[in-house]
């Protein structure tokens, strides 16, 4: 999408002023272990809204190995003009080593009402390896390095954005424990860990639903949340 200055002047203009505001994502706890029906419910919003972008398909097959029952959850003080927060999220990370190559995919999933979640954003990334060790973090600007995305569910349309003004970071820790119940084995294992990620979308243009001249903006400091690490070897 091409933006002409006035545009692009009045996307800058208004994110200032709505930066101003105040966070909408304050809440009682810092964390949360999300219940079965939490769970069934997130991923029920996930697989709805993959459906509407091909790139992100493959999400809803690997998310549930971190959206399931007894996973953490943590609060994440996003700022954003669509939706009422508090706004909780997960990180998904895929380390791929064969060869003597490597590539990583992060993914920052954020979603509001754990028990019944209208809006959602995710945040991803995709960052080859120069050796046969997986990159740990990707940053840049949104459509290149770093793609973003801005869901709104009712009971009868899903409202998307795509982002196109802004930049992200995305940064992944060291794996820990095992997760729980994950069957390892073919050179592919499953980690607790943490991703840290910060972004600013300055402007997130309607791809999808109802007609609307909303443009949104979105707005998170670097946080840590907490996730899984996908590791796969192959010769």
Excluded at 188 to 217: E, K, Y
């Amino acid at each position: 999408m091409r933006l002409g200055r006035k545009s692009v002047g009045l996307v800058v203009s208004s994110l200032f002023a709505f930066g101003c505001g105040g966070d909408s994502s304050t809440g009682p706890a810092s964390s949360l272990t999300l219940s079965a029906s939490q769970a069934t419910a997130i991923m029920s919003g996930i697989t709805q809204i993959t459906a509407l972008n091909r790139e992100i398909a493959w999400l809803a097959d690997s998310a549930n190995l971190v959206l399931k029952s007894g996973a953490e959850a943590t609060l994440v003080p996003i700022t954003i003009n669509t939706a009422p927060g508090p706004f909780y999220a997960v990180g998904l990370q895929r380390r791929v080593q064969f060869s003597g190559a490597s590539f990583s995919t992060f993914d920052f999933i954020a979603f509001n009402n754990p028990s019944n979640p209208t809006d959602f954003i995710i945040v991803d990334g995709l960052m080859n390896g120069t050796t046969a060790t997986p990159p740990t973090s990707v940053s840049g600007d949104f459509d290149y390095a770093v793609n973003g995305y801005v869901y709104h569910l009712d009971a009868t349309t899903i409202t998307a954005w795509r982002a196109a003004l802004g930049s992200g970071t995305l940064s992944g820790g060291s794996p820990s424990n095992a997760c729980d119940g994950f069957p390892a084995g073919n050179g592919i294992t499953c980690a607790l860990g943490r991703l840290s990620a910060a972004f600013t979308i300055t402007g997130a243009f309607q791809s999808a639903g109802p007609a609307s001249d909303v443009i949104a903006q979105a707005v998170l400091s670097s946080t840590s949340v907490a996730g899984i690490i996908l590791s796969y070897s192959f010769p």
